[in-house]
C-alpha cells in the first residue's frame, strides 16, 4: 500500500483525472436527494439563486442541483472531465479553479465542494469562496463515505486501499473542517449525514473503482486488482448478479458572515 502523505493540491489535482473522465461520469455515485436539498434549504426560491459548484467534475452534482432550480455555474479546469459531462439546461461549464475561479465578488449565493475540498489548498479556496460569496452566502462541503460498518463495504474498501498508488483516507474530513473554522469570514460548520448506496454489476464496480485517481489503470498491478475484484464480486453478489455498496454521504455547511454579523 502506498504511503504517500503529500497535501492533494501538490499531487496534480488539474490533471490526474483526464484519463478517468468517462468511468467518472459513468460509475461515480450520486448523491442522496435529502442532501442536495439540504445544501439549498431555507435560502428561499431555488429558482433565485446562482450556485458556484467547485471542482464539479462531470457535473454530477451540478445537474442534480440544477434539477431543484437554481442556476448552477460548473467550474472544472481539467477539459475532459468538463467534456465528459452530460449536458443540463441550468447548468454551465467554465475553466478555473478553486483557488482562482474566474467568477465575479458578491455574484454566487451558495459554493458546492462535493467531492472535491480534499484536492484544493484551504487557505487560498476559502479566501476565494469569501471572496465570490455574497454576505450571508453559503458554502456546502459534500463527500460520500464507505459505509464501513458493511461487511462487504469493508472489504471492498481494503481492496482499494491495498490497491492505491497514494495514501488514501476517506472519510476524515477533520482538517478540511478546521480550515473552514480557522478562517475569519465562516460561521461556525453545521454537519448532516445520509444513508446512500451503490448497486452494482461486477463491470460496473470495476468502473467505478478505476474512477479514482490512485487506482493503476496498467500493468500487473492492474492486472491483480481486476482479479481481487472478481474475487470479491463472487464473494458479495446477490442472485440477479449486483452487489450494493454502501455510502455515508457527509454533508458540512457554513455561511459567511454577513456585514451586520
Excluded at 41 to 56: E, H, K, M, T
Excluded at 79 to 92: D, F, I, L, N, W
Aim: aromatic letters at 8%; one cysteine or more; a neutral charge.
Amino acid at each position: 500500500m502506498a504511503t504517500n502523505v503529500l497535501p492533494l493540491h501538490t499531487l496534480n489535482p488539474l490533471g490526474r483525472f483526464s484519463d478517468r473522465a468517462q468511468d467518472y461520469a459513468r460509475y461515480r455515485p450520486r448523491y442522496p436527494e435529502g442532501a442536495i436539498a439540504a445544501i439549498l434549504a431555507d435560502l428561499g426560491d431555488p429558482r433565485s439563486l446562482v450556485v458556484a459548484d467547485i471542482g464539479a467534475g462531470t457535473g454530477i452534482s451540478s445537474r442534480l442541483l440544477g434539477d431543484l432550480g437554481p442556476r448552477v455555474i460548473a467550474v472544472e479546469p481539467n477539459a475532459a472531465m468538463r467534456e465528459a459531462a452530460a449536458p443540463h439546461p441550468q447548468v454551465s461549464f467554465q475553466t478555473g479553479t478553486a483557488e482562482q475561479t474566474g467568477l465575479a465578488a458578491g455574484s454566487i449565493h451558495v459554493v458546492t465542494c462535493c467531492q472535491s475540498f480534499h484536492w484544493f489548498n484551504p487557505p487560498l479556496a476559502l479566501g476565494e469562496f469569501s471572496r465570490i460569496l455574497c454576505p450571508g452566502g453559503r458554502l456546502a462541503l459534500l463527500w460520500n463515505d464507505w459505509d464501513l460498518s458493511d461487511p462487504g463495504t469493508g472489504a471492498y474498501r481494503q481492496i482499494i486501499q491495498a490497491a492505491a498508488t497514494r495514501a488514501i483516507n476517506h472519510s476524515d474530513h477533520s482538517q478540511s473542517i478546521k480550515a473552514i473554522e480557522r478562517h475569519a469570514d465562516f460561521l461556525p460548520v453545521r454537519h448532516f449525514s445520509f444513508a446512500y448506496g451503490q448497486t452494482l454489476m461486477l463491470s460496473e464496480v470495476v468502473g467505478r473503482s478505476l474512477s479514482s485517481s490512485y487506482i493503476p489503470k496498467e500493468g500487473r498491478a492492474h492486472a491483480q486488482f481486476l482479479d481481487t475484484i472478481a474475487a470479491w464480486h463472487r464473494t458479495w453478489t446477490a442472485d440477479d448478479g449486483t452487489v450494493n455498496l454502501k455510502y455515508i454521504t457527509n454533508l458540512y455547511l457554513s455561511e459567511k458572515v454577513s456585514a451586520a454579523s
